[in-house]
């Protein structure tokens, strides 16, 4: 499974940025799927995670209450919406996915990745 993150943008602090995530073949809204992001110097750390039927989610405490994941049934895509972004918010998004009914936390848990998209968001 090829996955495509598409998205990101440069942004002032406060705005909002959608993030969608898409797979080269259909079922893929059936899969675990997380979004990592990995800031210059930093290593990839997970965002925000989906299960395969989206009955449970995974937030990282930052991002609580500002990030949404969601699976969007009519477009086959997980998406990702962000508000009101901060600076610290900036970096390279990546979605990866894996054919699992569990939430995964790890990088490593993760089987699909594509490329990410950069995300910019000025003070």
């Known amino acids: 499974v090829q996955l495509q993150a598409s998205g990101g943008g440069l942004v002032q602090a406060g705005g909002s940025l959608r993030l969608s995530c898409s797979a080269s073949?259909?079922?893929?809204?059936?899969?675990?799927v997380g979004w990592f992001r990995q800031a210059p110097g930093k290593e990839r750390e997970l965002i925000a995670a989906?299960?395969?039927?989206?009955?449970?989610?995974y937030y990282q405490n930052a991002v609580k209450g500002r990030f949404s994941i969601s699976r969007e049934v009519t477009k086959d895509t997980i998406d990702l919406q962000m508000n009101s972004l901060k600076p610290e918010d900036t970096g390279v998004y990546y979605c990866?996915?894996?054919?699992?009914?569990?939430?995964?936390?790890?990088?490593?848990?993760?089987?699909?990745w594509g490329r990410g998209t950069q995300v910019t968001v000025s003070s």
């Open positions: 073949q259909r079922g893929f809204i059936h899969y675990t």
């Open positions: 990866a996915a894996d054919l699992d009914y569990a939430l995964k936390y790890k990088a490593s848990d993760y089987k699909f």
């Open positions: 989906i299960d395969w039927n989206g009955g449970r989610t």
